[in-house]
């Protein structure tokens, strides 16, 4: 799977099926199918976006999955229920429909380990001082 004309966490989603990229169809589409998307590409699943009406522009190859039925806990797309896919997708379908995702810019293992580090700094750099109020503590 890839994001194509956007940025590293955004854009058209395209997987490749028998070594062809293809794109995923704009209907039934909703936010539990981009949460696993974004899974998929190692980003958080909180702040995503749906794009539609070739917001980083058409594809122009095939369409390979339309109607995703993702619950959003999927690892993968490719446990999700599926209502049409390769050669029988809908028919209302064109490379206009084709979807896109934005998906939370910072990594999930980043973005822990970003704020477990500033978390440290902060217990390295204070000092408890009080000893009837257990939250006060002052920066040294």
């Known amino acids: 799977m890839r994001l194509v004309g956007g940025t590293n966490y955004s854009g058209r989603v395209e997987i490749e099926y028998e070594g062809i990229w293809g794109t995923i169809c704009d209907r039934g589409f909703d936010i539990n199918d981009a949460k696993v998307i974004c899974r998929m590409k190692g980003f958080n699943t909180e702040s995503i976006e749906i794009r539609l009406n070739g917001f980083y522009g058409n594809g122009n190859g095939r369409i390979f999955i339309s ?14 229920n599926v209502g049409r896919r390769w050669n029988n997708t809908n028919t209302l379908c064109t490379n206009i429909n084709d979807v896109a995702v934005q998906c939370s810019m910072y990594n999930v293992n980043v973005y822990f380990l970003y704020y477990q580090e500033i978390i440290n700094i902060i217990m390295i750099h204070s000092r408890f001082v009080s000893q009837t109020h257990p939250y006060e503590y002052e920066m040294v």
Request: aromatic letters at 0%.
């Open 67 to 80: 109607d995703l039925l993702c619950t959003g806990d999927e690892p993968d797309i490719s446990e999700c």
